[in-house]
């Protein structure tokens, strides 16, 4: 298990996508790229609430500031920022990550979950 106290930044954008409806996207900095994983209902705040999730295509780190219209393809839509900050890793493996969130909205430790068809993120503290 893989473990840093270096910070990274994050995004969760708040999208109302045409075809896939109204979803969260968390964007975590990671080797010059941004993992993605869309959530169909905001990231939880607080403990005890769990989302599923899928893991999307990684994007550009331009992404950590983007806020407006997504005029053509599967994401056309409104984008928003509904949180931002940075993290830190506190455990990383292939099907297992737990983070330490310090946003505004999101702050404290999060795990996700990998399983056979997405993924699980909640809060532990």
């Known amino acids: 298990m893989k473990m840093t106290r270096e910070k990274y930044r ?9 075809r896939a409806g109204l979803h969260y996207d968390l964007r975590l900095e990671k080797d010059g790229v941004l993992m993605d994983w869309a959530f169909r209902k905001e990231i939880p705040l607080n403990v005890g609430t769990k989302r599923f999730g899928v893991k999307q295509s990684n994007h550009s780190l ?5 806020e407006g219209k997504i005029e053509d393809g599967y994401g056309a839509g409104e984008m928003t920022i509904w949180d931002k900050g940075t993290y830190e890793v506190i455990e990383e493996s292939e099907h297992h990550m737990k983070f330490r969130f310090n946003g505004s909205k999101m702050n404290g430790e999060y795990v996700l979950v990998k399983f056979k068809n997405g993924w699980l993120i909640f809060k532990t503290r």
């Open 10 to 18: 994050f995004v969760v954008h708040e999208h109302k996508a045409k």
């Open 62 to 66: 331009v992404w950590l500031s983007f």
